[in-house]
């Protein structure tokens, strides 16, 4: 089939990522020595530069590794947690229903460099300032802006002017809006690594000492006490309409740190597939693939009605059970080995019909779970603003085992009088007073692009293994911190304001996150890293490609390239928490036979454009040796390198 550019094969290293020159910089990694650790880290921080819409310094990221040399994967969880001051009463206290998706309020502690440092220190073999080097280059010297970055920030400029002064002192330069493709300099931020680099290389000792010693110049320094200085000294403009102060305190960093865990695993025919668990969305890929064990996958044709109906009618069902059931396991007792199990898939794979469902169905199990929740279409104010969205709760069902029909739920809000068919609430809605965008949506609609993520994938010639997902702190997430040149991160907005609930607030709780790398084995053997962009479609993308590789031949390029699709059934994950039943989106290479058939199903069909949906970049390693990569060529941004 027709690919948009070539399925990179080499043997040297391969690195994937959603920017070319993210790639290019971990690909010199490998090229000047470092293993595959190296290449992610440096990869990694030229990315918080080249797509500061879609990542930050002030933001997260989750890993899954490989090492070559232990025999074994671990998740790195570079999630960031609530500050101790971040109660569900002192929220509502201030007359809110909900989290902002914008401003300081969601904001959790910034995980991103402790989890790419760690990860540095017990794997890498360079210092920091080497990988580092690259990044503080760009921001010092410039680097091209892409079109969707100028596009943000002109998107954004009213709000930079009128409400996030410190914002528009950096990227409004002159008083306007870059222009696409221009060389564009974040010589703070160039200022802030290059000060822990420093800090760094005065502590002096082994490379992991001085690595620990940037750590604490950023969790316990200068840092730190930048971020605390102006959350406690600016009230800020949010998507509630209202401005407020921000909860984060120096000693809410120095007391949180990246934490290594176990990955979950699935066993699916020859593959065994690796995720994160339940503080990200990671297992709701393994419950889909523990239902869709059931079908000929192989037998479908990977772009016709039944492949795609049943694997959102599988996801449906996943992500009800993610709604229900999942949250940080430091906080709730997820139960992970349940959801997992056969038996469970087996029951659950019984609601799995020839229509499309309209409601939301999570299992039951008795003892676990807790409501599930959806915001609202926020009010329509007299003045035609938007006021802050409501909230429905509906309890999980009881006494009606995983396989058993629930009483139908539709997940529309009471009172809503919005049709399923109708344009989504709000992902692009603005209250009164504010210009800021919300959520994490990949699709554009109406001219609004929100926050998103980036993805980096990389492989080197030893067999060492990364996939990462770092995300939040975009330009767009809260103002500009002047000392430092970046902003904080908005994964606050992913918790809900009811005890009862999972995924409730309560200080130095994880987020249940979007954020979810993958990795499989196959035969035993590391195989596959990669992933996505795209909040809530995460892993639906992800898993498409996967399931067309593994099931239907196609390699790499060809599977990241083919028309992909999504459900939108369930709650989102980000203010102002929207729910779309039976809504799929597609794009329109799909065959009009196939959307045909799925209307006919009962799904609601919403066309997205030709080349709109999933990011997906990929690497693999074959038993002898030869290593593979591909990148999404949507969006023009993403590329993959290697040889």
Not at 32 to 46: L, S
Not at 307 to 320: I, N, Y
Not at 331 to 337: E, L, S, T
Not at 468 to 486: K, N, R, Y
């Amino acid at each position: 089939m027709f690919t948009t550019r070539p399925e990179i094969i080499g043997t040297f290293g391969v690195v994937a990522s959603t920017h070319w020159l993210a790639s290019q910089v971990g690909m010199s990694m490998l090229e000047r020595g470092g293993n595959a650790f190296d290449a992610a880290v440096a990869a990694g921080f030229t990315l918080q530069l080249v797509e500061p819409h879609l990542n930050g310094p002030g933001g997260e990221v989750p890993i899954l590794i490989w090492s070559a040399k232990e025999g074994r994967a671990r998740v790195v969880c570079g999630q960031g947690v609530m500050p101790q001051a971040a109660t569900i009463e002192r929220v509502r206290a201030l007359g809110l229903d909900m989290i902002p998706g914008t401003g300081l309020l969601a904001a959790c502690v910034p995980g991103s460099f402790d989890g790419w440092l760690t990860m540095l220190r017990d794997y890498g073999s360079m210092s920091l300032a080497d990988v580092l080097a690259p990044a503080i280059g760009y921001a010092r010297d410039g680097y091209p802006i892409v079109q969707r970055i100028a596009d943000t920030i002109a998107q954004m400029a009213d709000q930079f002017r009128q409400h996030w002064p410190t914002s528009a002192a950096l990227y409004l330069p002159d008083g306007k809006a870059p222009q696409a493709f221009t060389l564009f300099r974040n010589a703070r931020l160039a200022e802030t690594w290059q000060r822990v680099v420093g800090e760094s290389e005065a502590a002096g000792g082994s490379r992991e000492k001085r690595i620990d010693a940037a750590r604490r110049a950023w969790y316990q320094g200068f840092v730190a006490e930048a971020i605390g200085k102006f959350c406690a000294g600016n009230e800020v403009m949010d998507a509630s309409g209202r401005r407020h102060r921000g909860m984060m305190t120096a000693d809410d960093l120095a007391r949180w740190q990246a934490t290594y865990e176990e990955p979950l695993a699935l066993e699916y025919g020859r593959y065994t597939m690796l995720k994160c668990g339940p503080w990200s969305q990671g297992p709701s890929m393994l419950e889909a693939m523990a239902l869709l064990a059931g079908f000929d996958l192989g037998k479908m044709d990977p772009n016709g009605p039944e492949f795609v109906h049943v694997v959102v009618e599988a996801f449906k069902l996943a992500l009800a059970d993610r709604e229900a059931f999942y949250g940080d396991p430091d906080f709730v007792d997820v139960p992970v080995k349940r959801l997992l199990d056969k038996a469970y898939a087996d029951q659950r794979r019984k609601l799995i019909g020839d229509m499309a469902s309209h409601e939301l169905r999570p299992g039951s199990i008795p003892g676990y779970g807790g409501p599930i929740l959806s915001g609202q279409t926020p009010a329509m104010l007299p003045d035609g603003s938007i006021g802050e969205p409501t909230v429905a709760r509906s309890p999980v069902h009881t006494g009606h085992g995983a396989g058993d029909d629930p009483p139908a739920r539709n997940s529309r809000p009471a009172g809503s009088t919005a049709g399923a068919g109708d344009d989504p609430p709000a992902r692009n809605s603005r209250p009164a007073g504010s210009t800021a965008g919300a959520g994490e949506p990949t699709v554009q609609r109406s001219g609004v692009t929100a926050g998103d993520t980036c993805h980096v994938d990389v492989i080197d010639k030893h067999g060492n293994m990364v996939s990462a997902t770092p995300s939040g702190g975009w330009l767009q997430s809260s103002p500009v911190i002047p000392e430092l040149g970046f902003c904080l991160g908005t994964r606050g907005q992913m918790f809900w304001l009811d005890a009862a609930s999972p995924s409730s607030l309560a200080p130095g709780k994880r987020p249940r996150t979007t954020l979810t790398p993958s990795m499989a084995m196959r035969d035993g053997k590391p195989y596959i890293a990669f992933g996505s962009p795209g909040g809530d479609q995460q892993e639906q993308w992800s898993l498409t490609v996967f399931l067309r590789h593994a099931h239907h031949g196609m390699n790499l390029q060809e599977a990241i390239d083919a028309p992909h699709f999504h459900s939108e059934h369930v709650p989102s994950s980000f203010w102002p928490r929207a729910a779309k039943p039976a809504v799929i989106g597609v794009e329109d290479r799909l065959p009009a036979a196939t959307l045909n058939e799925l209307q006919r199903r009962g799904h609601i069909v919403e066309k997205r454009g030709e080349w709109a949906l999933g990011r997906v970049s990929a690497a693999a390693r074959e038993p002898d040796g030869r290593l593979k990569a591909a990148a999404n060529p949507r969006g023009m941004q993403g590329y993959a390198v290697g040889r």
